[in-house]
């Protein structure tokens, strides 16, 4: 799969986390892509993420550095990571309000990354197999 990036910084980023990961698997790989997206979450990566026990640090998402972007980024990024969903307040973890922002078409690049057995392409259907 060849990943699309935003950036050159958010590709140099997602290469230098990957050689500082413990692990090469799909988890740390759709985590740090997404945490890569924006420039803050790049910045402050080491409040959102534990390299020593391996694991996402939740009170990360209460920084005085969070933005309605980077909440959306972070929360995508723990939820690939392990479901974490955090506190809910409604409906604000869903598609609707999670992909209503810049970031979507490479959030989409992170899910791809997290779940490669289930984003594949698809064959194109023949008009008698649609009907």
Known sequence: MRIQFASKAHRDFFHD??????????YH???????????????NIRQMFDFQQDC???DGMHGGW???????VCQLAFNLWNGYSGERRGDEYTPYDLFCCEFAPYFMEGIKLRYPEHCRELAPV?????R
Do not use: W
């Open 29 to 43: 790989q759709a985590f740090f892509y997404v945490m890569g997206i924006a420039p803050e979450t790049r910045a």
């Open 66 to 72: 969070q933005t309605s972007g980077t909440v959306r």
């Open 17 to 26: 986390m990957m050689a500082q990961s413990r692990r090469q698997d799909c």
């Open 126 to 130: 023949k008009e008698a197999q649609a």
């Open 56 to 58: 996402i640090e939740p």
